[in-house]
């Protein structure tokens, strides 16, 4: 089985309906918090009294307001024969048929029974919400219609039954008696969160099928030990290489109690005295076992739901867990929520639901596998993961690594409105700019078309260029061509704002040079003749004085680093003497017009 869509309507944060599909392989929902990845997971629940309105001023315009009574649900699920006969368990089962098959009963008995032994996929339609459920089947045009389990509606039905496994199905047609074919499917979707414990010992017995709670988790690693001895070894393994603390697990029975529990040795060093509790460790020991055993033991694949697995995991057991998934677990269908990148990059996701809250309510948006595809070859051309980009509200361009490395520094102190929110990248091959021939405003558009061709790029603010020796007019000319996607800084370079005499000191003295402000000052007078005044240093070569002066200065024992030098010497004015900063405080602002 697998979910193929699952559609919303008045719920919680979703108002307008919203259809969210599904591909086999990994799933992952993204969003901000309260944006209703979680709700998606309730829905999946399939509980038939789920039912809580959206209430918003769209709703309920005016104080005291009633809302819409009724949310609406549809999950459709693809399946198989086979498989619903063995999740339902039953020696009978009822498949509802057209109205016209009736006409000729022979030749419904006939089709109905080729249909059982095809066993091709068919897929179930389960409506439900405020206690209504309904399911309706569509197979081949001969199995075609809706069961009510709410209020039995009286159709025509075709009871297959199997006396025996291999013998042909006898086939009637009747009415439809009350049966409920959507329970067995929803005791296969399993979920797994922070808030879930499964079960840490048990007294029950029974088959090695774990439930959706995992309850049953302690006798089910038993039954595993004792039924599938390589099974349960692989099962070690597997969650040794996600907790390398953990050589192995088992669930002794002992006074009449599954308890399960690990050992930090190896089962040959005989230490079970060392054994520790599973009740006794966190959450997410628990969560992994039940979800690898789901994994490792169910031969038909299985709906694995996991939300926001970075809650109880650590990123580098994330990503291990996710690999094993991948590779032992692949014909599983996982969803997912998650707020973390780790996910993004840790598998070969087949789709990314984007699930945007404007305030009032939900919009689904949906990046299938070719548009992801897609995406990242744009973004790997111009050397961008989409992790650089995840839960940012927009992107800030710049020149170079420099650039990338300080910008967030003087974002937060110029802009820490937007600060958090920003994403900082550096551009690519920044010479194509001045290449001879090229249009600068071009190859912004570029960049700005990755902003308008998935919601997984946050907007462009601007691509930000240092001045070089550009006159005036040109920049503001290239400024226009663009569409204000290219700026300039207003001095020639950054290390321009950074020529400070304290400051350099303060940097050379870190770095094991005996200077002082006083002798930096007087160097840096030589080197600009009348001073390091303002409007002396917008268009001074600022990373060549830098570099002269740390030589001189250190008589060559220091060389000056960009990426080590400019970042220490921003945060050192930004920290003793802001008002340096003043003008590009002010630029900066500008930007993100605030």
Known sequence: ?????????????????????????????VGTNNSGKTTVLDVLDMSPGLNHPHRSVRTVPEYGGATSPMSSFEVLISTKY???????????????????????????????RKFAKLNADFVMRATFGNGLQKLHMLAAEVVNGTFDEKNVVQIAAAKLQYMTPSAEPSVGINLFPSQNYIDPYAKRIYRFAAQRKPGTEMTDQGDGVLDREALRLPFCINYLASNDSHGHKMLCELIERIFPSVK?????????????????????????????????????????????????????????????????????????????????????????????PDVITAVNLASIVLLDFDGTCTKAEQVNEIKLFALRGKLADLGIRITDLHSRDRVLWVEGQTEELLMPDLLRYACPEVAASTAVLRVERTGTFSRKGVDPSEVASLYARLSTSSALVPPMVCILLDAEERPQAERDRITADSNNSLR????????????????????????????????????????????????????VDGAKVLKDLFCSLSSSTIEFRKTRDVPSLVAWIIRHKPEQLTELR???RGLFEL
Not at 1 to 29: C, H, W
Not at 95 to 112: F, G, N, W, Y
Not at 262 to 270: K, N, Q, W
Not at 292 to 302: C, F, I, K, W
Request: aromatic residues 8%; glycine residues 6%.
């Open 82 to 112: 086979e498989e619903l006969r063995r999740f339902c368990g039953w020696e009978k089962i009822y498949l509802p048929i057209a109205a016209e098959a009736l006409r000729d009963i022979e030749r419904t008995e006939a089709d109905v």
């Open 488 to 539: 300039f800084l207003p001095r020639r370079m950054l290390e321009c704002y950074v020529l400070d005499a304290e400051a350099i000191a303060a940097q050379l003295t870190a770095l094991g040079c005996t200077t002082s402000a006083t002798i930096v000052e007087q160097a840096l007078t030589d080197h600009l003749g009348t001073g390091p005044a303002p409007a002396n240093l917008v268009d």
């Open 586 to 588: 002010s630029f900066l």
């Open 1 to 29: 089985m697998r979910i193929e869509t699952v559609a919303i309507e008045n719920y919680k944060v979703f108002l307008d309906r919203q259809t969210i599909d599904f591909s086999p392989g990994f799933n992952l929902l």
């Open 248 to 340: 192995w697990i088992e669930a002794p029975y002992t006074g009449g109690v599954f308890r399960l529990r690990c050992l930090p040795c190896a089962p040959a060093e005989r230490r079970d005295d060392l054994a520790i509790p599973i009740a006794n460790m966190g959450t997410g020991l628990g969560n992994v076992i039940a979800m690898l055993y789901v994994a490792l033991t169910t031969r038909d694949p299985q709906v694995i739901v996991i939300d926001e697995p970075n809650a109880f995991l650590h990123p580098r057991a994330l990503r291990e867990l996710l690999a094993i998934l991948q590779s032992v677990g692949s014909q599983h269908q996982y969803i997912m929520t998650a707020h973390s």
